[in-house]
């Protein structure tokens, strides 16, 4: 009697634990339900998914438990919901960078009608640009008041570079009846005054603001020469041979390499700087060898600039069917970083102070290459965005164009 008693009793906990197991695999089942559907709520991308689902600790064994045990287990689990939710929004908000358009300022009315943005001064306080139908002729403005400070500068005026204190602009001109472009110089608030030499292109050296580099070419033999903005007598710096005719010269930040981008014509002449440049080659200034980094080819050479950190030289390319592209090398390696296929045509383009990414206009378009970090977004809008330059502090000054009339504008990130 007392082993059918003690069979009974056995008989009864088990259905007991039994009912008490089947409870917790219901409520773990339920359990998994919600988090999957609170998940599937929140759209991230499958790498953040694993992010989170790594950071989770393992899941432990369910074991029996009384219902005052169950209902603090249950409390807990919805905090761990809450958490996790939190988490995943939190994560969600650092995995995008969000820009928002925070200021527009009237433009002069030679650039609010078709001009096109060329240059910004190293401080970031003056601007070069180019009225529409125009070509050689430049302002200069501030970007505080660019209407009142609107000047005209330059004409007949090829590429320009900044003093490093962004006070004045070295250019090569060629005014009627030259047969080769001239050197002259720009300081911020007056017209441009010849120094006296003649000179295929110039550059700024970006650590010295007392010295010009500019270049003279005699068939395949390239001089490069140094001389100060007052124009004391020019000297001597590098002879090498270049079998093309170079029409610019462009520093990186660091003052160790310099680009000449040049034109398969090979006599230089005052008319060469209409042609299109087709090669790019990178001198290192402190070995003085020279390496043809872009050969001709079946296309031609836009705009050029060196990135931020001074090893990435990016350039535009168009082929003979109007498509571009726009390439960056890792000069160093001697390869290429990347390149970006554009829909539509090219209207600026600028690096991130950091070098985490690059920011261009697709057809009018803002659009952004990152090589780290967050995913970009700007403020969707049907106004024409171009001529983009990432600022020092994180804005980005571009042309914001509406019922054909533009302003500077600056996106900030949010």
């Not at 998914?49 to 790594?54: D, E, L």
Request: hydrophobic share 40%; net charge neutral; with cysteine.
């Amino acid at each position: 009697m007392n082993d059918q008693h003690g069979e009974g009793t056995g008989s009864h906990s088990y259905d007991n634990s039994q009912q008490e197991q089947n409870k917790e695999n219901m409520f773990d089942a339920r359990l998994t339900h919600v988090l999957q559907t609170q998940a599937e709520r929140i759209h991230f991308t499958p790498q953040l998914r694993n992010t989170i689902i790594q950071r989770l600790s393992p899941r432990r064994k369910a074991v029996p438990r009384r219902r005052l045990a169950l209902a603090s287990a249950l409390a807990a689990v919805f905090l761990l919901i809450f958490s996790l939710i939190t988490a995943l929004l939190h994560l969600g908000q650092a995995a995008v960078q969000q820009f928002a358009l925070t200021q527009t300022i009237a433009a002069p009315a030679e650039l609010a009608h078709g001009g096109q943005l060329l240059s910004l001064d190293p401080t970031e306080h003056h601007l070069v640009y180019q009225p529409m139908n125009q070509p050689g002729v430049m302002y200069v403005a501030d970007i505080s008041n660019p209407v009142t400070s609107n000047f005209l500068a330059m004409r007949y005026a090829h590429d320009v570079d900044w003093s490093p204190d962004g006070s004045q602009l070295v250019t090569t001109v060629s005014p009627t009846g030259t047969t080769q472009p001239l050197l002259a110089l720009v300081r911020v608030g007056q017209y441009m005054i010849p120094l006296g030499k003649d000179a295929e292109a110039a550059s700024w050296s970006p650590i010295s603001p007392q010295q010009i580099i500019y270049a003279t070419q005699t068939g395949d033999q390239l001089s490069l020469w140094q001389t100060t903005p007052s124009g004391h007598a020019a000297q001597a710096l590098q002879t090498v041979q270049v079998a093309l005719s170079v029409q610019r010269l462009l520093w990186s930040q660091d003052g160790q390499k310099l680009a000449l981008i040049a034109a398969q014509e090979n006599t230089p002449s005052a008319s060469l700087q209409s042609l299109p440049a087709q090669a790019i080659y990178v001198m290192d200034a402190r070995t003085n060898t020279l390496s043809e980094v872009v050969r001709p080819g079946n296309f031609t050479i836009g705009t050029v600039g060196w990135s931020p950190s001074k090893h990435y030289l990016t350039y535009e390319q168009s082929d003979a069917q109007g498509h571009t592209t726009l390439h960056t090398l890792a000069v160093d390696q001697h390869k290429e970083l990347f390149h970006i296929t554009l829909q539509k045509k090219l209207l600026g383009w600028s690096w991130a102070p950091d070098n985490h990414a690059l920011v261009y206009s697709d057809g009018g378009t803002l659009r952004t290459y990152t090589l780290s970090g967050p995913t970009i977004q700007f403020p969707q809008t049907l106004a024409t965005e171009c001529y983009p330059f990432w600022l020092k502090n994180g804005r980005i000054l571009y042309m914001h164009i509406t019922n054909g009339v533009g302003k500077l504008a600056f996106l900030a990130q949010k």
